[in-house]
């Protein structure tokens, strides 16, 4: 009888830090004990053998590489995706509107 083994998910996180969309990949998602936090542990970027350096990617692993667990506000995220693999990791231009989460209704005058 063979017993196969279970791959450890890796989800992309895209959020919002300083008008910068940061796309990363982790192997760990939990709501934090602070409030309003999302943590983020076990950062995954791709290989130092490739011959092309992303600076974006380069950027992110000097920033996230020695960090154990980041905490990211809620109302920053974009969205969580589990992914079969890691993709590049990368910092981009925040484009157009990103409405934070939750949004609260205008209040109505009277």
């Known amino acids: 009888m063979s ?3 279970v791959e450890e998910p890796i989800y ?3 959020f919002v830090n300083q008008d910068k969309v940061y796309e990363l990949y982790v192997r760990h998602v939990y709501q934090s004990d602070l409030w309003g936090f999302l ?9 130092r053998t490739e011959l092309l350096v992303d600076p974006s990617e380069e950027k992110l692993r000097q920033q996230f590489g020695e960090v154990k667990r980041t905490y990211v506000p809620m109302h920053a995220v974009i969205r969580i ?7 590049v ?3 981009s ?3 157009g509107t990103i409405t934070p989460f939750p ?3 205008p ?3 009277t």
């Open 81 to 87: 995706d589990e992914v079969r693999q890691s993709g």
């Open 3 to 5: 017993v196969m083994a």
């Open 39 to 47: 943590e983020l542990e076990g950062f995954v970027f791709g290989s």
């Open 12 to 14: 992309r996180v895209v």
């Open 89 to 91: 990791a990368k910092i």
């Open 107 to 109: 209040k109505k005058s």
């Open 93 to 95: 231009e925040a484009k």
């Open 103 to 105: 949004v609260m209704p």
